[in-house]
């Protein structure tokens, strides 16, 4: 009996062992990107990237990153409230290719993380500088024209949703708001 039981576990393990898991493809990729949303009814832009690796060319992990550029070109002046603000935000990244042909790649993105607010106020009564904490999760779908093996260009939207923004004035739909963008696509 233990050796039936001994024969049956060997051919067992031989044919588990015959099988051979597909080892996933990486790829790493960078990503460069303008978003143009609106702020306080002007329109201003957010400079940001993507990094990380994709896997079997079917999945996207890593990171990103982005930050109010201090003084668009699209504004005339930064805000009627402020000298200065500076936003910065980011955190992990997570995609999926949701359609694909040999020119055209579909997207979908998202990013949750933290981020922060800081003003300088010219108003002489209050403290000077303000800063502030807040989450952040962002989607975006982009359309990425394929113009070289490791090269691409993207356009689309996002949506920013923030949460947090409480000590300095403002409220949450500061920034939560949907933006236009268009960036470039770098891969191995």
Do not use: C, H
Not at 29 to 42: D, G, K
Not at 132 to 158: E, M, P
């Amino acid at each position: 009996m233990t050796a039936r039981l001994s024969i049956r576990l060997l051919v067992f393990l031989l044919l588990i062992s015959s099988v051979t898991v597909a080892q996933p493809r990486l790829k790493p990729f960078a990503s460069s990107e303008i978003s143009i949303t609106s702020l306080q009814n002007r329109s201003r832009l957010f400079l940001g990237g993507r990094f990380g690796w994709t896997i079997n060319d079917q999945y996207m992990i890593g990171g990103a990153f982005y930050s109010l550029l201090p003084r668009s070109p699209l504004s005339s002046s930064i805000t009627s409230r402020s000298d200065s603000m500076n936003v910065l935000y980011g955190g992990p990244s997570f995609g999926f290719t949701l359609w694909r042909t040999r020119d055209f790649e579909l997207l979908a993105n998202a990013t949750i993380g933290l981020g922060g607010l800081g003003m300088r106020s010219r108003d002489l009564r209050l403290e000077g500088r303000r800063y502030d904490t807040f989450f952040v999760a962002q989607t975006d779908v982009t359309l990425l024209v394929n113009l070289a093996r490791s090269f691409r260009v993207f356009v689309g939207g996002s949506y920013r949703y923030v949460s947090g923004i409480n000590s300095i004035g403002y409220s949450d739909t500061f920034l939560s708001k949907p933006a236009a963008v268009v960036g470039l696509f770098f891969s191995l």
